[in-house]
């Protein structure tokens, strides 16, 4: 059996679910970086996500991620997690073969989901969120490699 996880909904494939990353909001990634590299990590991408409020690095860790969150202010969503919960575990990342099939089979389930729409996010990756309500108190992000970029 196949390390990943496989369904269809209505015929279209879902396939290859598997953890993608971990989100962890910190008040700096300057400062955080730090222990991921004294373990002999290191931060491979940066980028800032405006429309989320939030700067992003990717720390590849086997076949998956961390995915150091830092706030570009106190307002975004991630500055309010740190206010409420202090650093730490924000999200967890589903990657999935077919995002749209993935929202569909999960709308139809009544499964809350947070995002408006299917988001563009960093690495221009496709994304939405699902409401810990929904998961068991996790925020779950569903998110797919762009078509036009190698998922490595």
């Known amino acids: 059996m196949s390390k990943q996880m496989e369904a269809s909904v209505g ?4 396939g290859g ?23 002999g990590l290191r931060v491979t991408h940066e980028e800032t996500v405006e429309h989320e409020g939030v700067r992003t690095a ?6 998956s991620r961390v995915e150091l969150l830092e706030p570009l202010g106190p ?4 500055g309010r997690f740190l206010s409420k919960r202090g650093p730490g575990l924000h999200h967890v990342a589903l990657h999935v073969d077919n995002i749209e099939a993935a929202w569909a089979e999960l709308q139809r389930r009544g499964v809350t989901i947070v995002s408006p729409a299917i988001q563009t996010g960093a690495g221009g990756h496709l994304y ?3 409401h810990p309500k929904s998961t068991g ?3 779950l992000e569903i ?3 762009p078509i036009c970029q190698d998922p490595a």
């Not at 679910?17 to 590299?37: N, T």
């Open 75 to 78: 307002e975004t969503t991630v």
């Open 11 to 14: 015929g279209a494939r879902i």
């Open 58 to 63: 990717m720390i590849p860790l086997g076949e």
């Open 143 to 145: 998110c797919q490699v």
């Open 17 to 39: 679910a598997r953890i993608d990353h971990l989100g962890i909001a910190v008040e700096s990634i300057a400062e955080a970086r730090g222990l991921y590299e004294a373990l």
């Open 137 to 139: 108190g996790v925020l």
């Open 128 to 130: 939405f969120f699902v």
